[in-house]
């Protein structure tokens, strides 16, 4: 026990320690004294320089500084070394202290060197270069920390252990809805080492999400560091928009100009012969591909700049992203500039993501080419992969029936299943449809089929390398209904409209314009006013061309009916568009108008809203069906209501009418996903554009011959749909579990929280927006400044998945999100609560009775991409001993004791410190030796957790390899490689202490 009556300067007074009046001439500050910052320990061991009256001048000579602190409140704590500890001298040598005396307020150390020789020490002569990090140095030299940032730490350390554990690790965190298709294949491929996969899943069932949810877990799990994402010219900024709102990662968009810039040259003065300069180090060139860990570039910026290509080829990738790969074009007879860019960079890259549209509509040799850019050595030949191809659909039929067997009709199904167990003979190998048929006898009928399924489609056909989900086979999409409104023309504006060049007939607006205010002479403006004002209440999408006319129609609307309307278009920057469309999504006191552009609309959802209004029609069907899928989405609740203004008039036919006609009858694009529409087009662009334009011509045996061919063309693509494909691109049962998992996690309320405790503790000001949702800003006081995650401008964030989906202006807050994980990593990776000295009140504990609370981990320093934490179950290990070698620990809980101690001034801790500092350290070394004998058990589960893990997937990829050839060496030869070294890892596990606490009864 502590003996209070020791301490000059404290005593007990109703069963807390209260300070009497302290001077700091306790610390009476002489030259030549060592000090070390409380609030800057980073300036390493200071000397007292000059004293005056009320200040004192500390020179700190590692970090070439010099400070001026009052004498009455320096945050400084004196350094005193105790008789066995090892000190270093400013010449570099290592001393054991054997004595220490001091002199006219200085302290002499009596040293003895490696060589027992006996040495004086002046305390001014110790090493600067001294950072006190380590719990033990902390607490003994006087730093100690705030009792609530110990019981942060203990919690940080142990709940980013619990989030980086769980197997959806990754995946939560991402504002997206929780949808098992995508949840499924992300989960899936970004387990893999280096995956290279087609991602092919319909239009509407979010390939680019999947595509980032892999990212972004490969990422978090240190599988992956850098990536180049590769896209069209027109959909850079989409992905640029998608990939920091939905994941939070910020790419950098390189293009020439940028280029230029990162290489030190100026755009409007190149240099037109380097060699001229004397002074020309080719070693000093600066790969611009190298500038960031994430990339985002056009494919046309690489085939117009073979140097460019070059050198993102020269560039390191572990994962290269690939959007609309089904525009690479590659024959036998000739290889386009697109595909010779992204094979070269796909010989380089580790991983290879290649997104692209239903693969059957290109035919065969088009879905092997994106096959051949994925594994060049397994799809080698085009004629045996049509062979192997056709051999799969005796199995695809087979693993039908399978599926269509009724657990429920039990007298039948027996017989059945017998049956169609006998016909996998020639597939399975006999020990699997042993443990079918028993599986079926002893547990049910269900599980059975269940096992077959999955074996079959583990072992056979391309679903390991191309994962394509149908709207066949998801829920959930909404009915679409297409409404015509007519808008009566004046005949003679009629004529004259359909004399003008068809550009125009498709956006009258420039016709109009000549007459001046085209918004005062287009009839399709009043109508959109009447239309927009008889659905008060309700949110409207309106869609036309270009930017232009999207701001002068928003203008109009706005200022000349008072209608509440707000404006997207390419010309505005990321802000200006976030704030669009929060004030859109914003139900109560929002726009209920939004205006935008073509290109503006890309990559926004709002779903939200089921009325749109096209104000023109696109010649181009991918894009009509773009502007459909901002609405026409998973999740979405309503119908999607598409509002078409057409022009009416007893005199002409105007060109929307037509174009409509063929979109409708031709192609049903409006009321259904258009999967044909492209190619439907590029079969008939060169009599559908004339006729269009023509007045006198009647389109209807176009749109005769066009529904035909679509209906052909569907029937092609739905009989050669690969069942295999659909069945193993997700599979219900697994897909739900991790949905449900995940929306589990969306409703505990731990992470608001810890965060809000965390907040405090670093002086981050937060306010609250809604019962869900905070503001944030930097405080004045801030620990650190700037902190991680959070922008000058501050944030507003939510913790509700619902809420985040439709308010973009909100970041979402999950245990992934970076300012959460900079939160972590700030409290549990940092010296932050590493000490603390606190009372408690306790009437089983007697008055003066010291424990020490220590914290031991578990410290593997392995490469992220291992990921040991996940397999050691208690990386945090507590213990809570009085002097007498007690552990306290079960008995008081770490949430139970945070809640009975009661704070100590500083001061009075450091005191407490100073004379009890035996004390504490024999405690200290009771608690390691209490935790020493558990490091082995540790281990051994850890080692254990490895073997079963990556040993299984091991030897249930080798057995996959001898039947199913998409299995690739690599990823077999990886996995060894991270057993081995995971368990060599494991064999260098040491226990660390983290941090300490030390308590007394009161």
């Known amino acids: ?282 070693d000093n060139f600066v790969n611009p591909f190298e500038s960031a860990q994430l990339v985002l570039c056009s494919l046309s910026f690489l085939t117009d700049n073979p140097e460019r290509l070059e050198q993102a080829s020269a560039a390191d990738w572990d994962l290269l992203l690939v959007d609309e790969a089904h525009h690479l074009d590659w024959s036998r007879e000739q290889v386009s500039l697109e595909y010779q860019a992204v094979e070269q960079l796909a010989r380089v890259a580790r991983g290879l993501l290649l997104l692209t549209a239903t693969p059957e509509q290109l035919g065969l040799e088009s879905h092997f080419a994106r096959l051949r850019l994925l594994d060049p050595d397994r799809y080698y030949d085009l004629e045996t992969f049509i062979a192997e191809q056709k051999s799969y659909q005796p199995l695809s039929e087979l693993v039908e029936h399978l599926n269509s067997i009724r657990p429920d009709e039990v007298a039948v199904t027996g017989e059945l299943f017998d049956d169609q167990v006998k016909e996998l003979a020639d597939y399975l190998d006999p020990a699997s449809i042993e443990r079918a048929i028993k599986q079926a006898q002893t547990e049910s009928l269900q599980l059975a089929i269940d096992y077959l399924v999955e074996v079959l489609l583990d072992r056979h056909g391309t679903g390991r390398v191309l994962l394509r989900n149908t709207r066949h086979g998801i829920s959930g999409f909404p009915e679409r209904i297409l409404h015509q409104h007519k808008v009566e023309l004046e005949p003679t504006d009629a004529q004259a409209l359909v004399e003008q060049p068809l550009k125009v007939q498709l956006k009258p607006e420039a016709y109009w314009a000549e007459q001046g205010d085209w918004c005062q002479f287009d009839p399709r403006v009043p109508w959109l006013k009447d239309f927009i004002k008889s659905k008060r209440g309700e949110k409207i999408l309106v869609i036309c061309a270009d930017g232009e006319t999207a701001l002068t129609l928003e203008l109009h609307l706005r200022l000349r009916h008072g209608i509440a309307s707000t404006v997207f278009h390419e010309g505005m920057n990321l802000i200006a568009r976030d704030r669009a469309a929060a004030y859109f999504a914003d139900a109560e006191e929002g726009a209920q108008v939004l205006i935008a552009s073509e290109i503006g609309s890309e990559g926004r959802n709002f779903q939200f809203s089921q009325d749109l209004v096209l104000f023109d029609l696109p010649l181009n069907p991918d894009l009509l069906e773009q502007r459909i899928g901002r609405l026409d989405r998973i999740g979405q609740e309503g119908s999607v209501n598409i509002h078409l203004p057409i022009y009416h008039s007893d005199t002409t036919v105007q060109a929307p009418a037509k174009l409509a006609r063929w979109y409708q009858q031709g192609l049903n694009a409006f009321e259904q996903t258009c999967a044909i529409g492209q190619t439907a087009y590029q079969a008939f662009a060169e009599r559908l554009v004339p006729a269009l334009g023509d007045a006198s011509s009647d389109i209807t045996p176009l749109i005769q011959e066009t529904s035909e061919f679509a209906k052909s063309l569907n029937d092609e693509l739905q009989a050669g749909r690969d069942k295999l494909l659909e069945l193993n691109a997700c599979r219900p049962v697994p897909a739900q579990a991790m949905v449900d998992a995940l929306t589990e996690l969306d409703q505990d309320d731990t992470l608001p929280d810890y965060l809000m405790r965390a907040l405090d503790s670093f002086n981050v000001d937060y306010e609250r927006h809604s019962d869900i949702s905070w503001v944030l800003h930097p405080g004045e006081h801030m620990r650190v400044d700037p902190y991680p995650g959070l922008p000058e401008s501050g944030l507003t964030v939510t913790f509700d998945r619902a809420t985040a989906l439709s308010r973009d202006d909100m970041s979402f807050l999950t245990w992934e999100h970076p300012l959460v994980r900079g939160t972590l990593e700030l409290v549990a990776d940092t010296e932050f609560g590493n000490t603390a000295v606190a009372t408690l009140k306790l009437p089983p504990l007697k008055p003066g009775t010291m424990l020490v609370e220590a914290i031991y981990c578990l410290y593997t320093p392995a490469p992220a991409d291992l990921q040991l934490g996940r397999y050691i179950s208690q990386p945090v290990m507590r213990v809570l001993m009085d002097t007498n070698g007690k552990d306290f620990a079960q008995v008081l809980g770490a949430d139970k004791l945070n809640r009975l101690l009661q704070k100590v001034p500083r001061a009075s801790a450091q005191e407490l410190v100073r004379h009890s500092r035996e004390q504490i350290s024999s405690v200290l070394d009771n608690t390691e030796q209490a935790v020493a004998p558990l490091r082995a058990g540790q281990i051994d589960d850890a080692k254990e957790n490895v073997r079963q893990d990556i040993g299984r997937e091991v030897e249930r990829l080798q057995e996959l390899a001898k039947v199913n050839p998409n299995i690739r060496s690599e990823e077999v030869d990886y996995l060894n490689r991270r057993l081995a070294r995971s368990l060599e890892y494991l064999d260098h596990a040491s226990l660390k202490l983290d941090a300490v606490r030390v308590i007394v009864a009161v």
């Open 1 to 282: 026990m502590v003996d209070f009556r020791l301490l000059p300067s404290r005593s007990i007074m109703r069963g807390q320690i209260e300070q009497r009046e302290v001077r700091v001439s306790q610390l009476e500050f002489t030259v030549g004294q060592r000090y070390v910052s409380d609030t800057e320990p980073e300036l390493g061991l200071g000397v007292v320089l000059q004293v005056g009256s009320t200040s004192a001048e500390i020179g700190f000579p590692a970090a070439g500084e010099r400070r001026n602190y009052s004498i009455k409140q320096a945050p400084l704590s004196r350094v005193r070394y105790q008789v066995g500890e090892k000190i270093k001298h400013q010449d570099g040598q290592r001393l054991v202290i054997k004595d220490v005396a001091e002199h006219g307020g200085c302290l002499l150390y009596d040293t003895r060197d490696a060589d027992e020789q006996p040495r004086s020490v002046p305390e001014f002569e110790l090493d600067s270069f001294v950072q006190f990090s380590k719990p033990r140095e902390r607490l003994f030299a006087g730093q100690i920390d705030k009792s609530n940032h110990f019981s942060l730490r203990y919690r940080s350390r142990v709940l980013r252990h619990q989030s980086e554990q769980r197997n959806g690790f990754g995946l939560g965190g991402a504002r997206v809805s929780l949808l098992p298709h995508q949840l499924y294949i992300a989960s899936q491929v970004a387990s893999r080492y280096a995956p290279r996969v087609l991602l092919a899943d319909e239009v509407g069932l979010g390939k680019t999400i999947e595509a980032g949810l892999i990212l972004h877990r490969q990422l978090l799990t240190g599988r992956a560091h850098r990536a180049l994402v590769i896209v069209p010219d027109t959909l850079q900024h989409q992905w640029l928009v998608e990939m920091l709102r939905r994941f939070n990662l910020s790419f950098t968009l390189l293009d020439e100009a940028r280029c230029q810039s990162l290489e030190g040259k100026d755009c409007d003065d190149l240099l037109d012969d380097i060699d001229e300069l004397d002074d020309f180090d080719p």
